[in-house]
């Protein structure tokens, strides 16, 4: 399947500062909160964050949005 663009610019830099904020969040959770712990939700919490905006970033590179791909009218 081919990811066709669905989204213009400023959805691509909307979810770009998305993907960057949360992949910040997630460093820092896994600082000053994992780390600490040590427990299995902290580091599980810390990689969700990261990871969806790691997937945040793809979605602004590739210019598609999984919720347009599925049908769904965004404001953006």
Known sequence: M??????????K????????????????????WAVGTGGWLPWTVSAALVAFGAFGVFEARAGWCVMRAMGFKTSM
């Open 2 to 11: 081919a990811l066709t663009c669905n989204i213009d610019a400023k959805g």
């Open 13 to 32: 830099v909307a979810r770009l500062i998305f993907g960057l904020i949360m992949i910040a969040v997630g460093i820092v959770t896994a600082v000053f």
